[in-house]
T-cell receptor, first 115, second 114 residues
Framework: DGGITQSPKYLFRKEGQNVTLSCEQN?????MYWYRQDPGQGLRLIYY???????QKGDIAEGYSVSREKKESFPLTVTSAQKNPTAFYLC??????????????FGEGSRLTVL | AQSVTQLGSHVSVSEGALVLLRCNYS??????LFWYVQYPNQGLQLLLK??????LVKGINGFEAEFKKSETSFHLTKPSAHMSDAAEYFC????????????FGTGTRLLVSP
């Protein structure tokens, strides 16, 4: 079955440490996204990528970094510069380009807790 | 710019009662509209979407939504709530074809009591 796989599902980190969240998709989608979800705030866009080797900042990119070296993979690094990293992180993809309706397909999420 | 407003962060219904979750949008271009559902500690799953054509859209699990341009609304309804419908629901708006970033509302948590 095609889909999006995020790992790990739960992650604990000490303050001052960087951590990388994995996101892999086998839907052959061009576009990939990272969202952060906090209670009562909905989904906020961190970074997105329309094509391999290219990505853009979203609304809350400070303290995060990404790479897009392969079409299937879009890892997110939460750096020590992120002041409040405890959150639920969601990876998504869409067909992209000139096709599709913009519908997003989501992974199961990764919950990061900073101790 | 586009935006979405979901009225009510929490909605409570009894099992078997009508479910109505409200969504109003703002868009300078004809919108594409989406409803997603999220169960605890899971990702979002598409319930239904409106792109063009028929304004009454039917989705999974018995949900439907009607696009009303004059009211800039896309409310989600289900005639009879089931316990398994308890979840968080998100409305989102997009600009149409081509690459786009969906704008999400803040979500409405549906509580279903027996």
């Amino acid at each position: 079955d095609g889909g999006i796989t995020q790992s790990p599902k739960y992650l604990f980190r000490k303050e001052g440490q960087n951590v990388t969240l994995s996101c892999e998709q086998n839907l052959n989608h061009d576009a990939m996204y990272w969202y952060r979800q906090d209670p009562g705030q909905g989904l906020r866009l961190i970074y997105y990528s329309q094509i391999v080797n290219d990505f853009q900042k979203g609304d809350i990119a400070e303290g995060y970094s990404v790479s897009r070296e392969k079409k299937e993979s879009f890892p997110l690094t939460v750096t020590s510069a992120q002041k409040n990293p405890t959150a639920f992180y969601l990876c998504a993809s869409s067909i992209g380009g000139g096709a599709g309706t913009g519908e997003l397909f989501f992974g199961e999420g990764s919950r990061l807790t900073v101790l | 710019a586009q935006s979405v407003t979901q009225l009510g962060s929490h909605v409570s219904v009894s099992e078997g009662a009508l479910v109505l979750l409200r969504c109003n949008y703002s868009s300078s271009v004809p919108p594409y509209l989406f409803w997603y559902v999220q169960y605890p500690n899971q990702g979002l799953q598409l319930l239904l979407k409106y792109t063009t054509g028929a304004t009454l859209v039917k989705g999974i699990n018995g949900f439907e939504a009607e696009f009303k341009k004059s009211e800039t609304s896309f409310h989600l309804t289900k005639p009879s709530a089931h316990m398994s419908d308890a979840a968080e629901y998100f409305c989102a708006v997009g600009r149409g074809t081509g690459f786009q970033k969906l704008v999400f509302g803040t979500g409405t948590r549906l509580l279903v009591s027996p």
